[in-house]
């Protein structure tokens, strides 16, 4: 069966937004960029929540820029070819190789996880708070930056029960950002 994913960059107090909901302070240097797309190409499917789809849409353009690295072009490329599922209550429709999502948060992870392929992600801080509150989310990577927001979009929603998890992996980039890699017990 596969795994329901939840992969952010957080700040050393636990937020994924400032408290202007501004992500500026996470941007990735080449080293982690190139590891967020070995992990990326990876996954079998990615549920976005409305605003970090349309924010991902910059990569449906990227490739076009003459001035981009390389690893940013190669980026661009993994996440078009990516199948999105979009949770979104506002959005009539979505392009490229994205789908909007008919059902409920629970329905849509079900089938999804019963299918074969790849594992899944979650992205949007709305969206996995709602998968983590559901007890969707079999798998937590945590970018953890060394800086102190002191407010913001919280990584992990508040919570009627306890989650165990096990630490499954770590490494330290030269950026000084931590990756952790969670699994539930």
């Given at each position: 069966?596969?795994?329901?994913?939840?992969?952010?960059?957080?700040?050393?107090?636990?937020f994924?937004?400032?408290?202007?909901?501004?992500?500026?302070?996470?941007?990735?240097?080449e080293?982690l960029?190139?590891?967020?797309n070995?992990?990326?190409?990876?996954?079998?499917?990615?549920?976005c929540?409305?605003?970090l789809?349309?924010?991902?849409?910059?990569?449906?353009?990227a490739?076009?820029?003459?001035?981009?690295?390389d690893y940013?072009?190669?980026?661009?490329?993994?996440?078009q070819?990516?199948?999105?599922?979009?949770?979104?209550?506002?959005?009539?429709r979505?392009?490229?190789?994205?789908?909007?999502a008919t059902?409920?948060?629970?329905?849509?992870?079900?089938?999804?996880?019963a299918?074969?392929?790849?594992?899944?992600?979650?992205?949007?801080?709305?969206?996995?708070?709602?998968?983590?509150?559901?007890?969707?989310?079999?798998?937590?990577?945590?970018?953890?930056?060394?800086?102190?927001?002191?407010g913001g979009?919280?990584?992990?929603?508040?919570?009627?029960q306890?989650?165990?998890?096990?630490?499954?992996?770590?490494?330290?980039?030269?950026?000084?950002?931590?990756?952790?890699?969670?699994?539930?017990?």
């Amino acid at each position: 069966m596969r795994k329901l994913i939840f992969s952010m960059t957080a700040s050393l107090d636990g937020f994924v937004t400032d408290r202007r909901g501004e992500i500026d302070w996470s941007a990735p240097d080449e080293e982690l960029h190139r590891f967020h797309n070995d992990r990326v190409r990876e996954v079998g499917a990615q549920l976005c929540g409305r605003r970090l789809y349309e924010e991902m849409t910059f990569w449906d353009t990227a490739h076009e820029d003459p001035s981009a690295p390389d690893y940013m072009l190669e980026f661009a490329q993994i996440w078009q070819a990516l199948p999105k599922i979009v949770f979104s209550s506002t959005l009539e429709r979505v392009k490229g190789n994205a789908r909007l999502a008919t059902r409920d948060v629970a329905a849509e992870v079900a089938e999804l996880k019963a299918q074969p392929g790849g594992d899944l992600a979650v992205g949007g801080a709305e969206l996995a708070a709602e998968c983590i509150r559901l007890g969707l989310v079999d798998e937590f990577q945590i970018f953890l930056s060394p800086v102190v927001l002191g407010g913001g979009t919280p990584f992990f929603p508040a919570l009627d029960q306890r989650v165990e998890l096990e630490l499954l992996e770590t490494r330290t980039f030269g950026s000084r950002i931590v990756f952790l890699r969670y699994g539930r017990v």
